[in-house]
């Protein structure tokens, strides 16, 4: 019987599903992913989890409850860095510490930790670390690591290519459909809680919906975003926090969208500093620019609202008055 390893569709998933998946797939585990997130898999989540902690965090320890039973082991890996000379959130760094100690009667929770600031040596031996929970044969795991690197890369290019991962399921924009949209929306924030319908009160879908095209942040080329990242004047440190403000300069700089929803989650420290710089960017750009702050007890129609109010200004400046304030 093959093992069965449970890998929670939160956080680091959105950006590395298919990487992971490929990678124990090969191996000839059985991969089991949790539901899309719903209200019961929030509610646990919250449940579970210490109120200061983001939304995000929450919804994934509520996906770790729903694998849990089902599983011989949880994927929840210590991502300290996946680039050199940079760090990821201290929740991804915590984070198997967290979720243990959150939740009980857990499954052995694969927790290796991922660290790019070490040796290439030492890299290659996380992998092997990986691979060692369904086999021990490194030509094995090097075979499948490579499949999965494959994957990966067809998942960014395939976002590069207009497609969106909204749930985790690749769907192409309005655009690549023959369907002339009206208006372009750069729709930015943390891959976790943009792509998850849930957590993003599914803000992609509203916007296509009234016939706009969304880009988001991987439809860039991460080289020119990290090229206009190094231009800044400090080093961003934090992976997102640089992919974001990146991406910031890009449609700032280019102009080449209508306007810019930014949706963060309230509690995120990266956020608190981010957003307020890309606030003052779109302003000094003259692109309308509307912040999504989410926590567990935002309501829909509140979201809905502004979402509305955001879109009738945008179509307000294009139709009419070019001079409207970005903010209404
Ligand atoms: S970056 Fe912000 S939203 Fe993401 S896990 Fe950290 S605190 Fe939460």
Not at 4 to 21: A, E
Not at 105 to 116: A, C, G, R, S
Not at 141 to 149: D, E, G, S
Not at 239 to 268: E, P, Q
Request: glycine share 6%; net charge positive; with cysteine.
């Amino acid at each position: 019987m093959s093992v069965k390893i449970g890998i929670p569709r939160g956080l680091w998933f959105y950006d590395y599903f298919p990487l992971w998946k490929t990678f124990y797939e090969a191996l000839g585990a059985e991969v089991i992913v949790s539901d899309i997130t719903n209200k019961a898999i929030l509610n646990q989540g919250v449940k579970n989890t210490v109120d200061e902690a983001c939304l995000p965090v929450k919804i994934f320890n509520g996906h770790v409850l729903a694998l849990k039973d089902k599983v011989d082991y949880i994927f929840v890996p210590k991502i300290m860095s996946v680039y050199e000379k940079e760090y990821i959130c201290p929740k991804f760094c915590g984070l198997p510490e967290m979720v243990k100690h959150s939740i009980a009667n857990l499954p052995p929770m694969i927790d290796i930790e991922i660290n790019f600031n070490k040796s290439r040596k030492s890299l290659i031996k996380t992998i092997y670390l990986f691979g060692s929970y369904v086999t021990k044969n490194p030509i094995r795991i090097r075979t499948a690591y490579l499949k999965a690197l494959e994957e990966y890369n067809k998942y960014k290019e395939a976002m590069k290519a207009g497609y969106i991962p909204i749930d985790g399921y690749l769907q192409k924009d309005q655009s690549k459909l023959n369907i002339k949209p009206k208006t372009r929306i750069a729709a930015i924030g943390h891959s976790y809680q943009l792509f998850d319908s849930y957590g993003s009160m599914s803000l992609i879908k509203k916007l296509q919906k009234e016939n706009i095209e969304v880009v988001i942040p991987e439809s860039l080329n991460m080289k020119s975003i990290n090229n206009l990242a190094s231009s800044l004047e400090k080093k961003m440190f934090w992976s997102y926090g640089r992919k974001t403000l990146g991406t910031a300069l890009h449609y700032t700089k280019n102009k080449d969208i209508d306007g810019i929803v930014y949706i963060s989650s309230f509690g995120c420290g990266i956020d608190s500093v981010i957003e307020d710089i890309f606030e003052r960017w779109a302003r000094k750009s003259n692109i309308p620019f509307l912040l999504l702050t989410v926590d567990e007890h935002t309501g829909e129609a509140g979201i809905n609202t502004r979402l509305e109010a955001f879109i009738d200004m945008i179509d307000w400046r294009l139709n009419n008055e070019g001079n409207l304030s970005t903010h209404g």
